[in-house]
């Protein structure tokens, strides 16, 4: 079945339709959800419930970007709500106090570093600067995009990515020294 013949029959609650949609989509979902919560059952339950908010919602999909990215907004949404639900403090910036923050493509970090050793450092970044850090670096997202998901302002976007990158980069120059464990 094509993906678009597969997606009509989904909106028209097919759960044979639904489940293979769901297989298809539901391991890199659960990969995706897993970058943002600190265990494997909180994953598998941000992906689960990125799936039934999708397929209740499947009529608002257009077609205007591909499925896939467009599920994988939605898990991202759940984690993150999930995540705030905790009562994690995301973001806590005075708007007027905020400056332009230049970007910094400034990413000078030894090739011996790992996708790994950056995920890990990623990880011990204070809750604010992580999921911003996370959206922009690991899963590719604009400030325009960051701001929508998290809430914030584009500003605060660029404000919180320039100084988790720079505490990011901190981290990372244990590895660079050689000093990395």
Not at 86 to 92: C, P, S
Not at 104 to 118: H, K, L, P
């Given at each position: 079945?094509?993906?678009?013949?597969?997606?009509e029959?989904?909106?028209?609650n097919?759960?044979?339709?639904?489940?293979?949609?769901?297989?298809?989509?539901?391991?890199?979902?659960?990969?995706?959800?897993?970058?943002?919560?600190?265990?494997?059952?909180?994953?598998?339950?941000?992906?689960?419930?990125?799936?039934?908010?999708?397929?209740?919602?499947?009529?608002?999909?257009?077609?205007?970007?591909?499925?896939?990215?467009?599920?994988?907004?939605?898990?991202?949404?759940?984690?993150?709500?999930?995540?705030?639900?905790r009562?994690?403090?995301?973001?806590?910036?005075?708007?007027?106090?905020?400056?332009?923050?230049?970007?910094?493509?400034?990413?000078?970090?030894?090739?011996?570093?790992?996708?790994?050793?950056?995920?890990?450092?990623?990880?011990?970044?204070?809750?604010?600067?992580?999921?911003?850090?996370?959206?922009?670096?690991?899963?590719?997202?604009?400030?325009?995009?960051?701001?929508?998901?998290?809430?914030?302002?584009?500003?605060?976007?660029?404000?919180?990515?320039?100084?988790?990158?720079?505490?990011?980069?901190?981290?990372?120059?244990?590895?660079?020294?050689?000093?990395?464990?």
């Amino acid at each position: 079945m094509i993906q678009h013949q597969l997606i009509e029959a989904c909106r028209q609650n097919d759960r044979k339709a639904q489940l293979k949609l769901y297989e298809k989509y539901s391991q890199g979902m659960y990969y995706v959800a897993l970058r943002f919560m600190k265990n494997e059952h909180d994953a598998e339950e941000a992906m689960q419930e990125g799936f039934i908010q999708a397929f209740t919602k499947l009529h608002q999909f257009t077609g205007e970007v591909t499925f896939g990215a467009w599920l994988k907004r939605i898990v991202i949404n759940k984690s993150i709500d999930m995540l705030k639900a905790r009562k994690l403090d995301l973001v806590a910036l005075d708007e007027h106090r905020v400056a332009k923050v230049e970007e910094d493509n400034n990413w000078d970090v030894a090739d011996s570093v790992t996708i790994d050793q950056v995920k890990e450092a990623i990880a011990k970044l204070p809750e604010r600067y992580k999921y911003p850090v996370m959206l922009f670096l690991i899963e590719g997202y604009d400030h325009e995009e960051i701001s929508e998901i998290l809430n914030i302002t584009a500003v605060s976007s660029r404000t919180l990515v320039h100084r988790g990158k720079k505490k990011l980069q901190e981290h990372l120059k244990a590895y660079y020294n050689g000093t990395g464990s």
